[in-house]
């Protein structure tokens, strides 16, 4: 910021604090007379706004109410602080002595609270106690007020603290714990105030949106209003990482792919002898061809058609074959054998190829990943039952039942479902031995992957790159695993997620606080929509900042670090050193012992531990190391006689990437007027340095001939540091924001999904829902396979019978939907629904809706009338969530895909939002048409189902921000220094999409990835 800039900005917020200030003296004034009130009618003043307010439902009207009733509102909290002066509290089992009345500048960053924007309050400035007073406000509409903070031990000790204010006033406070169940959350939700961390409660709003299949389920009640405490960390810091909720995949495969595996092995084993003895006969054949001495052949035709069909057939059988790839190496070869294929593709009715497959055991199909079993294979794996292996047809078998000798319609039905039941089955173990068959065909080891660890990773065919973690879906990776013999891993995905961003925009008002805003003003305002307001001190801060000093090495920067730390502690001075990494804070532990210091290290893994060191920080002689992140939001009080020798020192052991890191570092002292003193060392090789901005520093070094061991102090120097800091800072928002970007198209999917959930789940009775849809799907399919303009005797009616069949268990003949075609040609068409359509494809629709109507009135005869709604609502949700969380899939692959493909002048951006829309699409026909496909599921399975999926373990997940201190790296590679700067470069590759599916994409012939076993284009491919 220039300073020109800097004045204006300095000037607008100083005119935005002096605009509030009247309303100081209101508060006041309103306080004043309160005092003379008793207890119990300071208390009535609640229950009457409560009251008052409950009756309002406009937005804006309420709005307008509490600005009303603000200074009265206000001073009401500020004269209970009076009153609870001087009374025990008990905080985190510790008891504690209220002694706090807001200041004047607590109440203007409470009434910034409540417009909606961002307090920037120095530490110790009493943050805490300034949002009671917009949180009891907004408290009395009863619609909930969210105070959100950065760890648990935070949200239990505001809550305990902060509600001896909330309860003597008569509101309730309720805090959200990690390891709360869901009953103890709903209470915690209901109360009128709930702290909690940003995570759970984003995690809660996914659970109750994406997965919770009751009402009653759901523990959230909205998102009226939300005041987020250190708020840079939560929406800058943790905002990097989206919140993800996983589980194991529905459709796992494991014992199936461990069942098959001896039968698929020998089964490949023939099949290679069997390409062995092709390829043995091709190679006499070529010899043939070409004789040595140069002859003539005769029937040269005949004979390169023989030897071309004999290695296409090895193709199909062992396309990874080496003796293959060997002949045909030779380019006439190759020639031949494409000539053979293209000859048997052109035959429609590929009788000759089918031959050709016949002679195999199983065919493969590389360009659609096709494996399909041969009459031979089926033979070999079940010569008692070969047709245990194939699909049968659905159609015939359901038209038998309604043609035999059951008369019992229940009965019939009863037959039918079963029939279906036992087609799935089926599938499903056709669907394992094909994908096996797959995993040896066409998946070779050390090329389409590599064994590390007992674990299958993939080899990324574009630039050979391990890609560890990603897997394959659809089954595929676990029959690689099962094929090499490696633990098969459950295959686990991704069931809802979000990112903090979009989280804190379902507020309908958000404000926040923080000691260090100010630089991420723009940020906050192009993301959240938050203006910040930096309130001024109570009292003036006398906190002493030394200019930066800068060594040539980490070793000299150091070795300085330490002697300033034992002349200071000589002094009595208490001492907290920040690191930015852990193993930087066990290095200097590590030296200050052996100069004899006593000392405390921490970092931030034990919040409540933590917090109690950090509050000892300000002791007389205690020395402190500590990376960013740990025991913020802690006080550190000075310790007596501390302030007599210069209060607490700040020693900042490098400069972060982000300016406001270090600022929150230095606000640790000084607190309310405090004497307290900052320095920061910093070393060229440092990251920041090193990465980002040295080159000028160090041609200046050069040019005033700095060496080895000298010290240097600059105000120009902390300028230029500044502006590294900048560039970061810079490149970091701009990353963020395109990430945001992204997601903002996935928010909008997840609204409409969201939506319909709710709709769902909170509608009384979802059977007319359930109709619509399933006529909706009969329309789009009568529209698929008939027309307008042609012929009845030309409609795919055969098609669209099968369809019918395979959903509904029915056993419709084709005949009978032609008779339904001609009998209505010349009715009506009415209804909105069927817009566009002929008469006859109308008396179709109808047709078809009624025969499945009356199936349903079977149905719901013999079924409990009270299972039968759950399990209605459970056919639609677990139709939306399967296919939603597939959509959360292919989404996290396209914008994979879209950052490899590469647009040339276009913007991937704009290519994701067009893919995306088309997906999107897709996704809710497919949704309605699984609706349709599980309408006639007995009602035990289903209700098997459900609970299934309520006891599978989830997940939660959220990488811990790392821009304070060291989280954890999954990698073991913990805290390495120069992670702070490598990270900003990290960024870039951080905000990348992660997608699990890197095998290749669904292809239209492909086992539907639903698990239903049948071909992707028969199923959710339509
Ligand atoms: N009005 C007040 N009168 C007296 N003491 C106060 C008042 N307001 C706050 N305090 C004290 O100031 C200390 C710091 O308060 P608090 O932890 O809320 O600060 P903070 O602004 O949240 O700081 P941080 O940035 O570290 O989170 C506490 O010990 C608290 O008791
Ligand atoms: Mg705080």
Redo the contacts with the bound molecule.
């Keep these: 910021m220039t300073g020109l800039i800097k004045m204006i900005f300095g000037s607008r917020n100083d005119r935005e604090v002096k605009r509030l200030k009247p309303f100081v003296s209101q508060i006041n004034e309103f306080e004043n007379g309160l005092q003379k009130l008793s207890d119990d009618e300071l208390r009535a003043k609640t229950a009457a706004w409560k009251e008052e307010l409950a009756k309002i439902e406009d937005k804006d009207e309420l709005a307008q109410k509490l600005d009303e009733i603000l200074p009265e509102a206000f001073a009401v909290v500020k004269n209970a602080?009076r009153r609870l002066c001087g009374q025990e509290i008990t905080v985190r089992a510790l008891p504690q002595k209220w002694?706090?009345?807001?200041?004047d500048v607590?109440l203007i960053g409470g009434i910034a609270q409540h417009q909606g924007k961002i307090t920037e309050?120095?530490?110790?400035?009493?943050?805490?106690?300034?949002a009671t007073m917009p949180v009891y406000l907004n408290a009395l509409t009863g619609r909930g007020v969210h105070v959100v903070t950065v760890n648990d031990y935070?949200a239990a000790r505001?809550s305990e603290w902060m509600g001896a204010i909330y309860k003597f006033l008569g509101l309730t406070v309720g805090v959200i714990l990690h390891d709360q169940p869901p009953r103890v959350r709903r209470e915690q939700y209901a109360c009128d105030i709930t702290y909690g961390t940003n995570a759970e409660f984003g995690f809660d709003y996914l659970r109750d949106n994406g997965m919770a299949t009751r009402k009653e389920e759901q523990v959230q009640r909205g998102h009226y209003f939300a005041i987020v405490?250190?708020v840079d960390s939560i929406l800058i810091d943790e905002a990097r990482t989206p919140l993800i909720i996983s589980g194991p995949s529905v459709h796992t495969h494991d014992e199936q792919f461990a069942q098959w595996k001896p039968l698929v092995e020998s089964l490949v084993r023939a099949q290679q002898q069997l390409c062995n003895r092709f390829l043995t006969d091709a190679e006499k054949l070529i010899k043939k061809l070409h004789p040595e001495d140069g002859s003539n052949v005769q029937d040269a035709d005949a004979l390169e058609r023989e030897i071309g069909m004999l290695l296409f057939r090895v193709k199909t059988g062992q396309p990874k074959s080496e003796g293959l790839m060997k002949i045909l190496e030779n380019p006439e070869n190759a020639g031949l054998m494409n000539r053979a294929e293209l000859e048997l593709h052109k035959d429609q009715k590929k009788v000759d190829l089918y031959r050709e497959k016949e002679e195999l055991l199983f065919a493969m199909d590389e360009k659609s990943q096709e494996a399909d079993l041969t009459e031979k294979g089926r033979n070999f794996v079940s010569p008692k039952d070969p047709d245990a292996f194939v699909l049968p047809d659905l159609t015939t078998l359901l038209h038998d039942v309604d043609a035999g000798a059951e008369t019992d319609a229940r009965k019939r039905l009863e037959a039918k479902t079963k029939l279906q039941a036992d087609f799935e089955a089926k599938a499903q173990k056709i669907h394992a031995i094909t994908t096996l068959l797959k995993a040896y065909s066409l998946y070779q080891v050390d090329v389409e992957y590599v064994i590390q660890e007992n674990k299958v990773i993939i080899v990324d065919q574009h630039t050979g790159r391990l890609m560890p973690g990603r897997r394959w879906s659809d089954g595929l990776h676990q029959a690689v695993e099962a094929k090499e013999g490696v633990a098969i891993e459950r295959e686990t995905q991704t069931l809802a997620t979000i990112t903090i961003q979009n989280y804190f925009r379902l507020y309908q008002k958000l404000a926040g606080?923080?000691?260090t805003a100010e630089t991420e003003a723009t940020e906050f305002l192009d993301i959240y929509k938050l203006g910040v307001v930096t309130i001024p001190t109570?009292k003036p801060n006398i906190r002493k900042d030394s200019h930066d000093s800068i060594y040539k090495t980490k070793r000299e920067k150091f070795s300085a670090v330490v002697t300033e730390i034992k002349e200071l502690h000589a002094k009595g001075r208490p001492i907290l050193v920040g690191t930015v990494s852990v193993e930087t804070s066990e290095m200097l532990s590590r030296m200050l012992k052996r100069e004899g210091l006593i000392h405390s290290v921490l970092n931030a893994k034990y919040h409540q531990q933590e917090a109690e060191i950090v509050a000892r920080a300000g002791q007389r002689g205690a020395v402190t190391i500590a990376t960013n992140m740990a025991g913020?939001?802690?006080?550190?009080?000075l310790g007596p006689g501390v302030a007599d020798v210069g209060g607490l020192h700040v020693l900042g052991t490098e400069r972060h990437e982000a300016r406001r890191i270090d600022r929150?570092l230095r606000?640790?002292c000084s607190?309310?007027g405090d004497p307290g003193s900052s320095h920061f060392f910093i070393s060229l090789e440092d990251d920041l340095m090193r990465l980002f901005g040295s080159d000028r520093i160090v041609k200046m070094m050069e040019k005033i001939g700095f060496e080895e061991g000298d010290e240097l102090k600059h105000p120009w120097l902390n300028r230029s540091i500044q502006s590294a800091q900048k560039k970061v800072e810079q490149h970091n928002f701009q990353q963020r924001k395109r990430t945001l970007e992204y997601d903002d198209v996935m928010n909008k999917h997840r609204g409409v999904v969201y939506d319909f959930r709710n709709e769902i789940i909170n509608g009384e009775d979802v059977r007319d829902r359930l109709m619509d849809i399933m006529e909706e799907v009969v329309v789009e399919k009568v529209l698929e396979f008939t027309n307008t303009d042609t012929e009845h005797s030309e409609w795919k009616l055969r098609q669209l019978a099968d369809w019918v069949n395979l959903n509904f268990p029915l056993g419709m003949p084709e005949a009978e939907i032609l008779k339904a075609a001609e009998s209505g040609k010349d009715e009506p068409v009415t209804g909105s629904l069927f817009d566009g359509l002929s008469p006859a494809q109308f008396a179709v629709c109808n047709f078809i809706s009624e025969k499945v109507r009356d199936a349903y009135e079977i149905k719901i005869s013999f079924e409990n009338p009270d299972a039968l709604k759950e399990v209605e609502r459970f056919t639609i949700l677990s139709a939306i969530d399967r296919l939603w969380q597939e959509h959360l899939y292919e989404m996290d692959s396209l914008r994979y895909s879209i950052g490899l493909r590469g647009y040339g002048q276009r913007d991937p951006l704009v290519e994701y939002k067009a893919e995306a829309f088309k997906m999107f699409d897709e996704l809710m026909v497919n949704v309605k048409t699984q609706i349709c496909n599980n309408i006639f599921r007995s009602a035990s399975s289903m209700l098997a189902f459900e609970n299934f999926l309520r006891n599978v373990p989830q997940q939660t997940k959220h990488d811990p921000a790392s821009a304070f201190g060291d989280p954890p790296k999954p990698d073991g590679n913990q805290g390495k220094a120069s992670d702070v700067v490598s990270e900003a470069a990290d960024q870039l590759s951080k905000d990348k999409p992660k997608p699990k599916r890197t095998g290749p994409k669904v292809g239209r012939n492909d086992p539907c990835p639903c698990g239903s076993g049948k071909k992707y284009k028969q199923c959710c491919g339509r």
Excluded: H
């Design positions: 602080c002694d706090m009345v807001p200041f607590q309050m120095a530490t110790g400035e009493g943050k805490t106690l300034v935070l505001d405490d250190e606080m923080t000691g109570n913020r939001g802690t006080d550190i009080k929150q606000g640790r607190r309310q």
